[in-house]
């Protein structure tokens, strides 16, 4: 692994690891190479020895200057481009890559994006992003996620199951989804182009109100700030990394009610926990600790999602939720935090998570933790988590025959 820094093609004086513009670079897995806003001539990037390589591109400054950055086979690039940058004369072309990540921040210009013609790619941008040419994917179940008042000459999604999402105020002269199963989502609107209202579900959220409990005791979520230390289960007090919050009203819940919270009364999980009511978003994960989860699956500890646990005594859809704000809690790594006294798991950056996120969040956590955004990537999970929905409902089943509660005491 090695980082590049990519220069004007005339530069003669070359400090270490500086390569000239113009020149092919040859790049290997967990490569960087910074392009420099002096770089003036087309980059080409070819994996090193014919073989695969996962690596990063990285704009941190503005490029006046007009050039290609080529992608060629074998190659699986991230490529990310910060807040304000300006790449109004820059195309990409990468319909060589094995697949591709492209992820640019707020207020970001750049000219064409050419994708994969037979992978997979992943565009993400924040709020005012312009794309003065075409963003053009071929092959591949592709995702465009752009955020508010971005404007885009054409969007071309070709083959493949595609889905194009589109920020308030966005802006398409030309969208062409090609074949395949193709989904347009916009800030009220979804489905086929035609669409009826969507949300997206994925993210684990905890609700305004609830207590999370630090080396001071417990705070209000909504009181926490960035920095401030958390107790965990596994690694003591931990730092708070990153925050996000989100208000759903009224309309929001009624078109999405997938979006409502699950509420977990009082002592409903055994052991007297949770120590009041919580309410967390359907796909919050719930630690279960118990003789059967130990049967079942070898662990005595597993992660199980609040949805698959409604049904059981205590545990319901709150569906005439009339308003609710979530906020998600990231830590250097997956962790189980006391809430409401109960065990329950931070922010897990998976890409149902991610891909729940606005572009602005995800842009923001790519900047944080740059190693989210390479292919391949995965985070250790704090517990196991059941393959399947399955056996998770087979695992609720099991407690509630058994008069069983899901949280033992630990031993």
């Known amino acids: 692994m090695a980082t590049y820094v990519v220069v004007a093609k ?34 080409k990037f070819e994996a090193a020895d014919g073989g695969p390589a996962q690596f990063e591109i990285l704009f941190r400054e503005s490029n006046p200057n007009d050039f290609d950055v080529e992608i060629k086979d074998g190659l699986s690039p991230v490529i990310l481009v910060l807040d ?39 565009v993400t941008a924040g709020d005012d992003f312009t794309v003065l040419d075409e963003i053009k994917t071929e092959g591949g179940n592709d995702s465009i996620r752009v955020g508010d008042n971005a404007t885009i000459k054409e969007i ?27 989904q347009l989502v916009t800030q009220s609107q979804s489905q086929n182009s035609q669409s009826q209202n969507f949300e997206t579900t994925g993210v684990v959220c905890f ?71 919580l309410l967390v978003s359907r796909q919050h994960r719930v630690l279960v600790r118990s003789r059967i989860a130990e049967r079942m699956f ?44 109960a065990e329950t798991e931070s922010l897990y950056p998976g890409p149902q998570a991610l891909a729940s996120l606005g572009p602005a969040a995800v842009g923001e956590l790519y900047q944080l933790f740059p190693d989210l955004a390479l292919p391949g990537v995965t985070i250790r999970m704090a517990r196991f988590v059941p393959e399947t929905g399955r056996a998770m409902k087979r695992l609720a089943a099991r407690h509630q025959k058994n008069h069983k509660p899901l949280v033992e005491r630990a031993a």
């Open 84 to 122: 304000d940058v300006d790449l109004s004369e820059v195309k990409f072309k990468a319909d060589d890559a094995e697949a591709v990540t492209f992820v640019a921040g707020d207020r970001v210009t750049i000219d064409k994006y050419e994708g994969s013609k037979t992978g997979v790619d992943t």
């Open 156 to 182: 071309d999604a070709g083959q493949g199951d595609d889905r194009v999402q589109l920020g308030s105020g966005a802006s398409v002269g030309k969208l062409d989804g090609g074949k395949g199963n193709d």
């Open 207 to 277: 609700t305004k109100g609830t207590l999370i409990e630090t080396p001071q005791g417990k705070r209000a979520i909504e009181d926490l700030v960035i920095g401030d230390l958390v107790l965990t289960a596994d690694h003591g007090a931990q730092p708070l990394r990153w925050i996000g919050e989100r208000r759903l009203g009224p309309e929001a819940l009624r078109r999405a009610p997938k979006l409502c919270p699950v509420r977990i009364a009082q002592g409903a999980l055994g052991a007297g926990l949770p120590s009041g009511d």
């Open 298 to 341: 070898g662990q005595s500890e597993v992660l199980v999602p609040a949805h698959r646990l409604v049904g059981l005594p205590g545990i319901s859809a709150e569906s005439e939720a009339e308003e609710v704000t979530y906020f998600h809690l990231l830590f250097d790594q997956h962790e189980i935090l006391f809430s409401n006294d």
């Open 10 to 43: 005339d530069q003669e004086s070359l400090g270490p690891n500086e390569i000239n513009a113009g020149d092919t670079i040859y790049v290997e897995d967990g490569d960087q190479v910074i392009i420099d806003p002096s770089a003036d001539d087309d980059i």
